[in-house]
């Protein structure tokens, strides 16, 4: 069902995005990251004051997926009209493959002013954080569907929040600042500042080891690094750490972790959010797929990797897993695709349609998130193991994840001027 629903034939005449040739960068050329300063660390392992370098970082393996998929998912948006949106995903099969569904579970004003930021703990956490421009981070829990509370630490709107275990919430603001909250009390654990006006996005390395930053003052915060001559408007890793990249307008810039430029991908109209599906850095990016349908511009995009259902035998598209992208716009739906349909490689753009849509009904649509659902057999994975669905996750064992921050005064001073 996803091969027929993805179709080459063009149903608009739709602008290209323009690829450079990769940069060739003499070996004295490349810019290392300072070893003598060091940076954020996240990790529980480097609880001393050793050094965080840049061959730290590309040292790190590549994250293990861990075995256990959720069958099931959690779509939240939140929207310029102080409404949050809530809807559970499932997945059905029968013998002609697979059908998706999105039924809503709430929808109310969770703000007094629009929502700006919104993000689910990993791992089948129960907690979602909310941002606004009322300058309030409010936490609630997922699965009772209740508010907790609200955090006022910052001042100014929220602009981009994410958690980097299920034990702690990072927060980024207009004030410049970022905070790292305990998600066991909410205590504010640091305080860190580095920009001179409104950050705009935030990207924890794979590893826990450091993290980048863009703001408004055109820099990208890597241990005191200043890469960017426009202003960052979003920044993320790659799933192995390997590579990170900076998007400004209707640009994108592909960095190698040794900060060397490696692509550029430049589009016709402003480009406003992005996701790493893979990362070879030897090859250039390549377009190979379009996703389809919305009427006006897409706001957010979000992945995540789900288990399928059991297919009768005589079924043609058996899958024991897929990975769905899950869109929204400002023409107020929110889509759900299926990326099994796309090719490694292809001659052709290949059309990509959406699986299932939710229509708001006009809702201006702002910020995205897509948390894991219920897991196959029932069970839940709390720290990496599996658990039976139904254990209190207020009483679970703390993560064996502890924030480490190692910023010296000489690169907070760097970081300042």
């Not at 960068?25 to 490349?30: I, L």
């Not at 349908?293 to 598209?317: C, F, M, Q, W, Y």
């Not at 990975?323 to 990326?339: E, P, R």
């Not at 897509?370 to 720290?383: D, F, K, P, Q, W």
């Amino acid at each position: 069902m996803a091969e027929a629903k993805a179709t080459r034939k063009a149903e608009r005449n739709l602008k290209k995005a323009r690829i450079e040739k990769p940069i060739v960068v003499k070996p004295s050329d490349q810019q290392q990251l300072p070893k003598s300063k060091s940076s954020v660390s996240f990790s529980a392992k480097d609880k001393g004051k050793r050094k965080v370098t840049h061959q730290d970082i590309v040292n790190t393996p590549e994250p293990s997926r861990k075995s256990e998929l959720p069958a099931s998912f959690v779509v939240v948006a939140g929207s310029y009209e102080k409404l949050l949106y809530g809807l559970e995903g499932t997945i059905t099969s029968s013998e002609s493959g697979y059908e998706f569904h999105l039924n809503p579970i709430f929808i109310f004003p969770a703000h007094v002013s629009s929502i700006k930021a919104v993000a689910a703990s990993p791992n089948g956490g129960k907690w979602l954080a909310t941002g606004s421009s009322d300058e309030i981070v409010k936490v609630w829990d997922l699965a009772r569907r209740k508010e907790i509370g609200g955090l006022m630490h910052h001042q100014g709107s929220i602009t981009y929040l994410q958690f980097p275990s299920r034990s702690h919430l990072l927060s980024a603001s207009e004030d410049g600042t970022l905070c790292l909250f305990h998600a066991r009390d909410w205590t504010v654990l640091r305080s860190l500042k580095g920009h001179k006006g409104r950050v705009n996005s935030v990207a924890i390395h794979p590893s826990g080891k450091v993290a980048l930053s863009v703001g408004h003052d055109k820099t990208l915060a890597y241990v005191g690094f200043d890469a960017c001559h426009e202003e960052g408007e979003v920044v993320r890793w790659s799933s192995s750490g390997s590579m990170f990249i900076v998007q400004s307008l209707s640009s994108l810039d592909v960095f190698s972790t040794d900060m060397v430029l490696r692509h550029t991908v430049t589009h016709p109209s402003r480009i406003h959010d992005l996701r790493f599906l893979s990362d070879d850095p030897q090859f250039p990016p390549t377009i190979i797929a379009e996703m389809v349908g919305h009427s006006n511009r897409v706001k957010a995009v979000e992945t995540l990797h789900i288990a399928l259902p059991k297919t009768p035998s005589k079924s043609e598209d058996a899958r024991a897993q897929t990975t769905i992208a899950c869109t929204i716009s400002s023409d107020g739906k929110i889509f759900v695709y299926d990326l099994a349909a796309v090719p490694a490689e292809t001659k052709e753009t290949l059309q990509l349609h959406p699986e299932v849509e939710y229509d708001t009904k006009g809702t201006r649509l702002t910020c995205l998130t897509v948390a894991e659902g219920r897991h196959a057999g029932g069970l839940t994975v709390v720290n990496g193991e599996r658990k039976e669905k139904a254990q209190d996750t207020d009483n679970e064992e703390e993560v064996e994840w502890e924030p480490h921050f190692e910023v010296d005064v000489e690169v907070e001073d760097s970081l300042r001027a």
